[in-house]
């Protein structure tokens, strides 16, 4: 029996495109919410993906990126290579992206490629689902392309990211860069960003 494949983008050139301006401009400005433009660039996401994720997929995976799945699902693997046309490894180092379906469950971030002193560039960009960027825990960001200091509250991104995170930064300029995406906005966290977690007031 055929394996029906959803459908990708409704209009695979604008929505890509609108979608990458997305991507760089929450790349170019660390901490800030970049707010995703309609979900309806395509009608259903494959599961466990959400619309914000599946969209960034098809803008930044193609057949020369490697990419490494949190989940063995079989319905988001052949969606992502009829449409991205990327192979998919399970070398958490040999990953140019990582797409992370359950930022509550994080992998082991540090198996992941950081890249070498000759080549930093060639480091795993982690794609994480997470359920919010404007409400959960309170964190400041601070670092290259933050004029001061911006602040946010996240949900759905397990505490081990944080500490993590913070030996990244440690790192540069190897290191590997995140992307959140949430339904409600996508934020980047390059590899030169600080954070700093917040006690909430009571």
Same mark, same amino acid.
């Given at each position: 029996?055929?394996?029906?494949? &959803?459908?990708?983008?409704?209009?695979?050139?604008?929505?890509?495109?609108?979608?990458?301006?997305?991507?760089?401009?929450?790349?170019?400005?660390?901490?800030?919410?970049?707010?995703?433009?309609?979900?309806?660039?395509?009608?259903?996401?494959?599961?466990?993906?959400?619309?914000?994720?599946?969209?960034?997929?098809?803008?930044?995976?193609?057949?020369?990126?490697?990419?490494?799945?949190?989940?063995?699902?079989?319905?988001?693997?052949?969606?992502?290579?009829?449409?991205?046309?990327?192979?998919?490894?399970?070398?958490?180092?040999?990953?140019?992206?990582?797409?992370?379906?359950?930022?509550?469950?994080?992998?082991?971030?540090?198996?992941?490629?950081?890249?070498?002193?000759?080549?930093?560039?060639?480091?795993?960009?982690?794609?994480?689902?997470?359920?919010?960027?404007?409400?959960?825990?309170?964190?400041?960001?601070?670092?290259?392309?933050?004029?001061?200091?911006?602040?946010?509250?996240?949900?759905? &991104?397990?505490?081990?990211?944080?500490?993590?995170?913070?030996?990244?930064?440690? &790192?540069?300029?190897?290191?590997?860069?995140?992307?959140?995406?949430?339904?409600?906005?996508?934020?980047?966290?390059?590899?030169?960003?600080?954070?700093?977690?917040?006690?909430?007031?009571?």
């Amino acid at each position: 029996m055929t394996q029906q494949i &959803l459908s990708g983008f409704n209009s695979p050139v604008h929505d890509s495109q609108q979608w990458y301006r997305i991507v760089l401009d929450a790349m170019s400005r660390p901490g800030n919410v970049c707010f995703p433009i309609s979900t309806e660039a395509f009608s259903q996401a494959p599961s466990p993906c959400s619309k914000t994720a599946a969209s960034i997929a098809l803008t930044l995976f193609d057949n020369d990126t490697s990419i490494w799945l949190q989940t063995s699902d079989e319905k988001l693997t052949h969606w992502l290579q009829f449409h991205c046309g990327c192979p998919i490894t399970t070398d958490k180092n040999a990953a140019t992206f990582a797409l992370i379906t359950d930022g509550n469950s994080l992998p082991d971030l540090t198996q992941f490629s950081i890249g070498s002193s000759e080549f930093p560039d060639r480091s795993t960009t982690l794609v994480i689902q997470v359920e919010s960027v404007t409400h959960g825990e309170p964190v400041e960001f601070s670092g290259s392309g933050i004029a001061t200091t911006n602040k946010l509250n996240i949900s759905g &991104l397990d505490s081990s990211f944080w500490e993590t995170q913070k030996n990244n930064r440690s &790192l540069f300029p190897q290191g590997f860069d995140t992307i959140l995406a949430a339904p409600d906005g996508v934020v980047c966290i390059p590899r030169t960003t600080t954070i700093r977690r917040q006690t909430p007031c009571m």
